[in-house]
């Protein structure tokens, strides 16, 4: 499965910089995700936060060294980021249970955590009671906080928020406002993207919004949800495993119901047993009239990590994830396939799956060639791939507009496209397509 695969290269780079600065946007973009989602996903694939995860496995390395190499306590609190002697000693006892002086006597305990590793197991076990259906909208109406793409940090907002709400006066309007067939006061998590991210206290209701309120609907347009009376943590393993379908798009909700007369009790259940539900809503494709604005740029010379793929090109995406795992996800600009030979009508092609870096690949099959400087018509196409032919269509009527013969072969680089694990909007992808402009001698 290829989300596990990103992972893993996700935690691959942790573990290489737990001696230096980690960044948690550099390992999102390595699983192809936000930092948003990326943590969100890591705490409830292995039960733990990202922090603490990180916090967990500097300390183990800490010990180590604290033991093996006879270190000063400050030379490896430094090592691992602590320019506090003091934060150290507190990390370190939160791990061990003892502060670091006492980690070089003999026969003292110490907590040593290995490193997380994903696979998939096939086993047997008892039933998920579970649902898909295509939900029609429904409108809701409450109060909502924003977030951030900081996990550790919404952990503590949300129950604060709730604990506000339940005791301020707007909390009772909520419940007369709810209708009688969803007699219920739901927590909906909302993600349109990286600065759109809100968490709703609010009622399901066709009445009139009092001031004050605001109104969102589940889900926004028709879409897919999968609803089960399971824990928040499995229900997100299943869900983004199995049942997110191709070519959604953002926004995705989860929303958690509590009936209004035992909320207080259900609340404690939270994290436990509650009725929760996700949906990704998705629209139908349609055709746009599109302005496209064609340019003529001198390339510049790029070294490349690239493998030649011959066969069916709409699938080549699938493959192109090994040169990024070959390079450990060192990249220095877009990726781009390079069109060696095309047939329009059977899809089928020859290209090279090209991802600029200046890292040697570790893996057979992946190779370097740095790559021409070369004169290109080039034209930026905004939405899904299955608009793309507009595009290519427009690169030709300029170019016989204005004489000039392109050549193969041609790129298309990818600006903005799906992740691994999320695939985005597709109305939003960005894709710069180039044409070699062949000189008369």
Not at 158 to 179: G, I, R
Not at 335 to 344: G, H, R
Request: hydrophobic share 40%; charged share 20%; with cysteine.
């Amino acid at each position: 499965m290829e989300w596990l695969k990103k992972l893993s290269d996700a935690i691959a780079y942790i573990e290489k910089h737990l001696d230096a600065e980690i960044s948690y946007e550099e390992a999102a973009r390595i699983a192809c995700c936000s930092p948003y989602y990326f943590q969100r996903m890591f705490s409830y694939v292995t039960g733990i936060s990202l922090s603490d995860y990180i916090r967990r496995r500097r300390m183990s390395q800490a010990a180590f060294d604290l033991q093996r190499c006879d270190a000063k306590v400050l030379d490896v609190a430094l090592k691992y980021g602590y320019t506090s002697p003091t934060a150290f000693n507190r990390a370190f006892q939160k791990v061990h249970g003892i502060p670091p002086t006492a980690a070089k006597s003999i026969g003292m305990t110490l907590h040593a955590y290995p490193p997380i590793q994903f696979s998939v197991n096939i086993t047997g076990g008892s039933a998920m009671a579970y649902h898909i259906a295509e939900k029609k909208e429904l409108r809701f109406a409450g109060i909502r906080i924003r977030l951030c793409e900081d996990m550790e940090e919404n952990h503590k907002i949300v129950p604060h928020f709730w604990k506000e709400t339940m005791q301020s006066p707007q909390y009772a309007e909520l419940c007369q406002l709810a209708d009688a067939g969803t007699n219920a006061i739901f927590g909906i998590s909302v993600y349109e993207d990286p600065n759109h991210i809100f968490y709703y206290i609010a009622a399901a209701t066709s009445k009139k919004i009092p001031y004050g309120f605001m109104s969102c609907a589940f889900p926004l347009r028709p879409g897919w949800c999968l609803k089960a009376r399971e824990t928040s943590r499995k229900m997100y393993r299943v869900f983004s495993a199995g049942f997110i379908p191709n070519g959604c798009c953002f926004p995705v909700m989860s929303m958690h119901g509590f009936p209004i007369l035992k909320h207080i009790l259900c609340r404690r259940r939270h994290h436990t047993t509650a009725n929760v539900m996700y949906g990704l809503p998705f629209r139908k494709k349609r055709r746009r009239n599109m302005e496209y604005k064609i340019e003529i740029r001198e390339l510049e010379p790029l070294r490349v990590a690239y493998m030649r793929y011959e066969g069916d090109v709409t699938k080549a995406n699938r493959v192109i994830p090994k040169v990024f795992q070959a390079i450990r996800g060192k990249t220095n600009g877009a990726p781009f396939f390079s069109y060696l030979s095309m047939q329009p009508d059977t899809k089928q092609g020859v290209l090279e799956l090209c991802v600029p870096t200046e890292e040697l690949p570790c893996n057979p099959g992946i190779e370097i060639q740095v790559m021409p400087r070369f004169k290109a018509v080039c034209v930026t196409h905004i939405g899904s791939y299955a608009t793309l032919s507009l595009a290519y269509a427009a690169i030709d009527q300029y170019a016989a507009r204005h004489s000039l013969k392109i050549t193969a072969p041609f790129r298309e680089v990818f600006i903005k496209g799906p992740g691994m694990l999320f695939k985005g909007n597709p109305e939003t992808y960005i894709t710069e397509i180039q044409f070699p402009i062949l000189e008369e001698a």
